[in-house]
């Protein structure tokens, strides 16, 4: 008798439950490892760039994923000089060749100086350098918390005129402000949303 009637209150329990977790999964991200599947920006992840050179030939491209620990960054190029090279997120989604002066400077909402090692720094754009091989090649996966692709929030890539993703001609010494004296901006691809 009293299990006949805990199983008629079960099924309305389980109903209300989902009902409340729908109209919630919209808003703020409950629970961090399901961020993925709640929060809105993850629809347009991940967010495939051409990447280009000063010629504005294609030499490569970026893939940009988020998860909960933050965005991940998959950049695939080739055709470059051997050795390291500062890459950086800039503040402008825009790329004009030769010099991709249109990117603007480094994305950075929370106002630092540049670099890892500057005591005053860093910015939320900077990244650790790559490594590009012998071959001019370069495949590496580069992971930063200090930005999002998700919209509304200071330190999202996609704000109003997007970002760049840029590589520059030398090595990032993560100390000089504004740029770490890395030289030339040799490859950039533009960060904008799906459409764009
Ligand atoms: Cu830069």
Not at 106 to 126: C, M, S, V
Request: proline fraction near 7%.
């Amino acid at each position: 008798m009293e299990v006949a009637i805990l199983k008629k209150l079960i099924g309305p329990t389980i109903m209300l439950l989902f009902i409340v977790g729908a109209c919630s999964s919209n808003k703020d991200i409950v629970e961090p490892g399901k961020q993925k599947e709640a929060a809105p920006v993850n629809a347009e992840t991940p967010i495939n760039i051409p990447l280009i050179n000063a010629e504005g030939e294609k030499v490569g491209e970026a893939e940009l994923s988020e998860n909960s620990k933050g965005v991940a960054i998959h950049v695939r190029a080739e055709g470059l000089e051997p050795g390291k090279m500062a890459i950086h997120l800039h503040e402008i989604g825009k790329c004009t060749p030769p010099d991709f002066q249109s990117a603007g400077a480094h994305f950075n909402p929370g106002h630092k100086e540049h670099g890892f090692h500057n005591p005053k720094g860093y910015h939320a754009g900077d990244l650790p350098n790559l490594e590009v091989t012998a071959e001019g090649k370069v495949d590496a996966v580069i992971k930063t918390a200090d930005v999002t692709l998700e919209r509304g929030k200071p330190n999202s890539l996609l704000d109003k005129d997007g970002s760049a993703l840029v590589i520059h001609a030398g090595e990032d010494d993560y100390v000089t402000d504004p740029a770490g004296n890395a030289g030339d901006r040799i490859v950039c691809g533009e960060i904008v949303k799906k459409g764009n």
